[in-house]
């Protein structure tokens, strides 16, 4: 027999969450790994991370005025700054500038605006920036300053990363404390664990997300990754070497959980956080990229509404007995 919704006169409650409220405590967890990314590599990564957020700005703002039409800006809502924070932090310190202002025409212009802006985008549009500027300029994206270079930007020394020498030269490996701390190259937001880690515990603080997808990512390289370090350790790293190195952590905090591309029901977010992990040790283990979160992630990002389709919420409203 079929029970009656009864909702009360007003006024209601209102939760107080907002889109620019939530950005706005993005952007604050992000800060802890961009004042590590600074002391890290020094004046390259404020460079970086300051060229990509105003380029976002920027071509949020002229695509709007002149090709959408649209009388009000969305810049207050913060989603530029961060789309510019995290292309950022997926880059070397040492980047060209210019490319850093293609690879922000190309996540604001195709992998956001394209689509009608926020909210509409299949794809996350760092990621699109990230993987076009990795596509078109292997070489220079691929080239990772030595940490601890204050000063050097374009002629900083480089060095191959942890994932770079995973598989044949893992005794060369730094140790786990370095890795934690950022002592090692990589893209300039993604070496510091810790920096990271804080983010990620302001974020659950503030329910801005969950805990679904960053622990079924996590959860899932590091079983995957230590079935093959028991199977081969002398070929394959242990999986505290793959959690602290790439791009995982910022990947799982920062971008699978980002709203639009992600699955909207908790067992959605579980199996879509599963999907990513397993396609990333595939791409780190086995294919000829080291690192494989970015590509992992859009992958699934196609999947979602797939996912979406599959594991539906329950139905508000009439249950049956």
């Given at each position: 027999?079929?029970?009656?919704?009864?909702?009360?006169?007003?006024?209601?409650?209102?939760?107080?969450?907002?889109?620019?409220?939530?950005?706005?405590?993005?952007?604050?967890?992000?800060?802890?790994?961009?004042?590590?990314?600074?002391?890290?590599?020094?004046?390259?990564?404020?460079?970086?991370?300051?060229?990509?957020?105003?380029?976002c700005m920027l071509f949020e703002w002229l695509i709007n005025r002149y090709l959408l039409k649209r009388s009000s800006s969305t810049l207050g809502d913060g989603s530029a700054i961060i789309t510019g924070m995290l292309l950022a932090f997926n880059l070397p310190s040492n980047i060209p500038l210019y490319m850093v202002v293609m690879g922000s025409l190309v996540a604001i212009g195709i992998?956001?605006?394209?689509?009608?802006?926020?909210?509409?985008?299949?794809?996350?549009?760092?990621?699109?920036?990230?993987?076009?500027?990795?596509?078109?300029?292997?070489?220079?994206?691929?080239?990772?300053?030595?940490?601890?270079?204050?000063?050097?930007?374009?002629?900083?020394?480089?060095?191959?990363?942890?994932l770079g020498l995973m598989g044949y030269q893992n005794d060369s490996l730094p140790s786990y404390l370095d890795m934690f701390l950022?002592?090692?190259g990589g893209s300039l937001g993604e070496t510091c664990a810790l920096a990271l880690l804080i983010g990620l515990v302001i974020l659950l603080w503030r329910k801005v997300i969950t805990w679904h997808i960053p622990v079924s990512i996590l959860l899932t390289v590091a079983v995957l990754t230590g079935i093959m370090w028991l199977v081969n350790p002398v070929t394959y790293a242990d999986p505290l070497t793959h959690l602290l190195s790439g791009g995982l952590m910022l990947g799982s905090i920062f971008m699978a959980t980002?709203?639009?591309?992600?699955p909207m029901?908790?067992?959605?977010?579980?199996?879509?956080?599963?999907?990513?992990?397993?396609?990333?040790?595939?791409?780190?283990?086995?294919?000829?990229?080291?690192?494989?979160?970015?590509?992992?992630?859009?992958?699934?990002?196609?999947?979602?509404?797939?996912?979406?389709?599959?594991?539906?919420?329950?139905?508000?409203?009439?249950?049956?007995?």
């Open positions: 027999m079929a029970q009656k919704l009864y909702i009360s006169t007003s006024p209601h409650v209102h939760g107080g969450d907002s889109i620019e409220k939530n950005m706005h405590w993005v952007i604050t967890a992000l800060l802890p790994a961009f004042i590590a990314s600074v002391i890290i590599f020094g004046i390259g990564a404020l460079i970086v991370t300051a060229t990509s957020v105003l380029s992998g956001k605006m394209a689509f009608g802006g926020l909210g509409n985008n299949p794809f996350n549009p760092a990621l699109v920036g990230r993987v076009f500027l990795l596509v078109s300029f292997p070489s220079r994206m691929t080239s990772w300053p030595v940490p601890h270079q204050m000063l050097a930007y374009s002629d900083a020394v480089t060095a191959a990363t942890p950022g002592n090692t980002d709203y639009v591309t992600s029901t908790k067992n959605g977010m579980v199996w879509y956080g599963i999907g990513i992990g397993f396609l990333t040790v595939i791409i780190r283990l086995f294919g000829s990229y080291p690192e494989g979160m970015s590509f992992a992630i859009l992958i699934m990002n196609a999947v979602t509404p797939l996912i979406n389709n599959w594991c539906k919420p329950k139905r508000f409203g009439l249950t049956e007995k």
